[in-house]
């Protein structure tokens, strides 16, 4: 699992008509974060962005499958064929969780975080909306990146604990095993 690569995404809201403001994506040996202003379009950093997605045996993510790959399917235009293969190597502790514990596992990463014994997070996803309305575009590639670092983190540090004495070990892309400590 060390050669997982992580990705985030920082956008202007939720809603169906808002956009990403910034993709961060961390690796072994590797980090970058591109931040997309009113003047910044997706096709100066679309390629590099998806052939690194492309090329990773394993991504990780927090919430990937049900926010961050719809919008980048959305904002970048991605086919079902692209998104399908993005899927099929995911490794994502709350999508994996939310089929087990069901409403339990909506828990927000710094919650989980901060119950593994890892850093919390430096910011939120609000205040990141606010970064990019205020053009603040360096610290918000910092916030990215630093989520999507934390991410990995917590990937990587095995088993992962939930709720209680509850954890799951990831073994290979979505599997995972549940075991009580």
Not at 32 to 59: K, M, Q
Not at 135 to 158: G, K, P
Request: charged fraction near 25%; glycine fraction near 6%; include cysteine.
């Amino acid at each position: 699992m060390e050669n997982i690569i992580s990705f985030d995404l920082e956008t202007t809201g939720l809603g169906a008509h808002d956009t990403i403001t910034c993709v961060g994506i961390v690796g072994p040996d590797f980090e970058v974060a591109f931040t997309f202003g009113p003047r910044d379009s997706f096709e100066n950093n679309r390629a590099e962005i998806l052939d690194i997605l492309d090329r990773a045996p394993l991504l990780c993510s927090f919430n990937g499958p049900s926010f961050d790959i719809p919008m980048l399917q959305r904002c970048f235009g991605l086919d079902d064929q692209r998104v399908g293969s993005f899927m099929q190597k995911i490794v994502d502790p709350l999508y994996a969780a939310k089929a087990l514990l069901g409403t339990r596992a909506c828990a927000k990463l710094d919650v989980i975080l901060a119950l593994n014994g890892l850093q919390t997070k430096t910011s939120s996803g609000l205040e990141a909306v606010k970064m990019a309305r205020e053009a603040r575009w360096d610290e918000l590639a910092d916030y990215c990146l630093s989520d999507t670092r934390l991410t990995r983190e917590l990937i990587l540090c095995s088993p992962v604990f939930w709720v209680d004495n509850l954890s799951y070990a990831p073994l290979t892309r979505s599997v995972w095993s549940s075991r009580v400590y």
